[in-house]
C-alpha cells in the first residue's frame, strides 16, 4: 500500500489489511488481462463494485488504495471514479440505503418535498445514517423512473409516484421486518465470468 498524508476529512485510512478472497482475486486477475499493458484502469469499474460487495459494503480508502495498487494506478484515479458515481458508497451504510432521486421530473413531482418529509420523519439529512443503524439517505442523480416520479430505491428495490402516507407505509414496515431486502440478481463477480 501506498503511504502518503492528504489533509481532507474523507480521505481517513481506517488501516485495515483489505484483500479480496482468493477466488475474487482470481477473477479479478482474468479481467485485468483482458487489457492491454498500460490499460489496465479499464477494468476499474467492475472491480470497484466487486469491492464494495466484497470488502466491507462500501469503499473505504483502505479498499479504494487497495484497488489502486491492483491496477498499478494512483489512488486519487481510483477515488475520482468512486466520488462521481452515485452507486459507490464512501461510507457505512444502514441496514437500509434509502435513494432519493434528486433530478428535475422529481423535483417537479414534489421529489423535494418527499425528501424533505423523509429525511424529517428519520431525523437525518442525506448522507447520513439513523442512530439504530436502520436507515441511511442519500439523494442521488436519475433512477430512472422520471414517469412514476417522484421515486426512490431503497436497497434494490423502487418505490415509485410517492406521498407522505407512502413514505409513512414504507418506513414503518421496514421498521418492523427482522430481515434486509437483499439484491435478487447475482453478483457483479458473476456477470463479469
Not at 478472497?21 to 477494468?43: F, N, T
Amino acid at each position: 500500500m501506498r503511504d502518503f498524508k492528504v489533509d481532507h476529512n474523507q480521505y481517513i485510512k481506517e488501516g485495515t489489511d483489505v484483500r479480496f478472497s482468493p477466488e475474487s482475486l482470481a477473477r479479478i486477475l482474468i479481467l485485468i488481462s483482458r487489457y492491454p499493458e498500460g490499460k489496465q484502469k479499464a477494468a476499474l469499474l467492475p472491480i470497484l463494485h466487486m469491492a464494495q460487495e466484497e470488502l466491507g459494503g462500501y469503499l473505504s480508502v483502505d479498499v479504494m488504495d487497495y484497488v489502486a495498487d491492483l491496477l498499478k494506478i494512483q489512488p486519487v484515479e481510483v477515488y475520482e471514479v468512486a466520488t462521481f458515481y452515485t452507486q459507490f458508497l464512501l461510507g457505512k451504510k444502514g441496514k437500509y440505503l434509502i435513494e432519493v432521486c434528486r433530478t428535475a421530473p422529481c423535483a417537479i413531482c414534489g421529489g423535494e418535498k418527499i425528501s424533505g418529509y423523509l429525511q424529517e420523519k428519520l431525523g437525518i439529512k442525506s448522507g447520513e445514517t439513523t442512530a439504530d443503524g436502520l436507515f441511511t439517505i442519500k439523494e442521488v442523480e436519475c433512477l430512472g423512473a422520471c414517469g412514476y416520479a417522484p421515486a426512490m430505491q431503497i436497497n434494490m428495490k423502487f418505490y415509485e409516484k410517492l406521498t407522505e402516507e407512502k413514505i409513512d407505509g414504507i418506513i414503518d414496515d421496514l421498521s418492523k421486518r427482522g430481515d434486509d431486502l437483499k439484491q435478487t440478481g447475482s453478483k457483479w463477480a458473476d456477470e463479469l465470468f
